[in-house]
């Protein structure tokens, strides 16, 4: 069974020629990055659909060991999946040419929407977009999570333990916990595939004792000011936090808001906003929190701050997932990480639905998106999904939010 199972799921990495170009997997994510709405579940559920089902240039176990690597690792879920889809067949070329691809689109989008933040004042249609938009979205990750859970958990009953546990505790604690996904990939080697004389070779150590506090790069000298304030706290951020923009919310409204002060509470809840209607990374608010603080400049060194370390985060490990990750101790710790990973995923689809749908508007949008979605599938773009509920969020939200 084993045996079959690799025939039909070889691994791409072992693959003599990829069949696609350097200059597809590009252009794959310069679209993404383009039209990619939903936030991280949701990117890392088409990447899953575009990549390994529909155009088959990655193979599911890549994929899986991308997927676990990016939850095992601080930095944003996506950016970090996509570091690792572009490193799979092109190296450390592919991955940083896939993440300046998927990165700058809706970085020029919130720092081009930060500039008429600031002009302009205020965001009052950015509340009815969003409104609409956020039920929306609710039900494209809410499809997502379940084509993930189906995918990765089959009738394992501790599978299926440690995927709600963490669902659970996503849910409650509001956060991915990362020692929670890391004890459900321990749990399933020590069960699945014990050790014997496997600590000789120090193989484990060097997959769980990798680096997680990366080399900070150099700054521009103008960094002995603001600039430089902006670039060790984002990052801070993009070294120590764990998971989805979920996770990074709270830790950017500690220091921006209550620490540094740079933004009051409701111009940071612009930011999230912002970051939550337009596509790509949901961590690009922090290019869009850059610019309110510094302009351009900080916009850039906002968002250099934040993927800089993920970026460093991925490429380092990458060779021993390569390398180790057929033998079934690593195959064992992969395959419990990502279904604790996915249990996480999930309970951040109730998390984040407590946040968007409030009241029976919102619960209407985001049935119907999932309804939509079930019925239709790949045959109806999400783009033109989360459109039309913009437009249907201008249009009811004045109406159930009288000024």
């Not at 399933?188 to 990798?210: C, Q, V």
Request: net charge positive; hydrophobic share 50%.
């Amino acid at each position: 069974m084993t045996n079959a199972t690799e025939k039909q799921e070889p691994s791409l990495s072992e693959l003599a020629k990829p069949s696609y170009s350097l200059w597809q997997l590009t252009l794959y994510f310069l679209k993404l990055g383009s039209l990619g709405f939903g936030g991280p579940i949701a990117l890392v559920g088409y990447m899953h659909r575009d990549l390994v089902e529909d155009r088959r240039w990655i193979s599911e176990a890549s994929y899986q060991e991308g997927l676990t690597l990016a939850q095992v690792a601080p930095g944003p879920l996506a950016a970090q999946l996509g570091f690792y889809m572009g490193y799979v067949h092109y190296g450390i070329i592919g991955s940083t040419l896939v993440g300046i691809a998927f990165v700058l689109p809706s970085f020029f989008m919130v720092v081009a929407l930060g500039w008429a933040y600031t002009n302009y004042g205020g965001l009052s249609w950015m509340q009815a977009v969003f409104y609409g938009v956020g039920a929306c979205v609710i039900g494209i990750i809410a499809q997502s999570a379940y084509k993930l859970t189906k995918k990765t958990i089959g009738t394992d009953w501790l599978l299926w333990a440690i995927y709600v546990v963490n669902a659970v505790s996503t849910i409650v604690t509001q956060s991915e916990r990362i020692e929670l996904i890391l004890a459900g990939g321990i749990l399933t080697w020590l069960i699945a595939a014990p050790p014997k004389n496997w600590f000789k070779g120090n193989k484990l150590n060097s997959f769980i004792g990798l680096p997680l506090i990366p080399i900070v790069a150099s700054v521009p000298s103008a960094s002995s000011g603001l600039l430089w304030q902006i670039f060790t706290f984002f990052g801070m951020a993009g070294s120590f936090v764990f998971g989805s923009g979920l996770a990074i919310v709270p830790f950017l409204y500690g220091g921006v808001v209550k620490h540094y002060q740079w933004l009051d509470a409701q111009q940071f809840l612009d930011a999230v906003a912002v970051a939550m209607i337009t596509p790509g990374p949901v961590v690009i608010t922090t290019g869009f929190i850059g610019f309110l603080v510094a302009g351009f400049p900080g916009a850039c060194i906002a968002a250099l701050g934040t993927f800089i370390p993920c970026y460093l985060l991925t490429i380092i490990p990458a060779p021993y997932f390569k390398k180790h990750g057929k033998k079934p101790a690593i195959a064992a710790f992969v395959n419990g990480v990502t279904v604790a990973a996915t249990g996480a995923i999930a309970g951040a689809v109730v998390v984040l639905g407590r946040q968007s749908l409030r009241d029976i508007p919102t619960v209407l949008i985001a049935v119907v998106t999932l309804a939509l979605l079930w019925k239709f599938g790949k045959k109806l773009p999400e783009p033109i999904i989360v459109v039309v509920s913009a437009i249907v969020g201008l249009v009811i939200y004045p109406l159930t939010h009288p000024v």
